[in-house]
């Protein structure tokens, strides 16, 4: 796996049928889940 660090942007985000996940994209990693919790809009 890879980890992203703290401060990473995320731009292209769709929310999923469970509250908790965040489906996005980043390049170099395909099918990124996020969990709601670790997530702050900017």
């Known amino acids: 796996g890879q980890t992203l ?3 990473t ?3 292209t985000i769709r929310l999923t049928g ?3 996940e965040i ?3 980043y390049p170099g ?3 990124l ?3 709601a919790e ?3 809009k900017v």
């Open 5 to 7: 660090k703290r401060g």
């Open 9 to 11: 942007v995320i731009k």
């Open 18 to 20: 469970d509250a908790q």
């Open 23 to 25: 489906d996005c994209r």
């Open 29 to 31: 990693i395909k099918g």
């Open 33 to 35: 889940v996020l969990r």
């Open 38 to 40: 670790f997530v702050k």
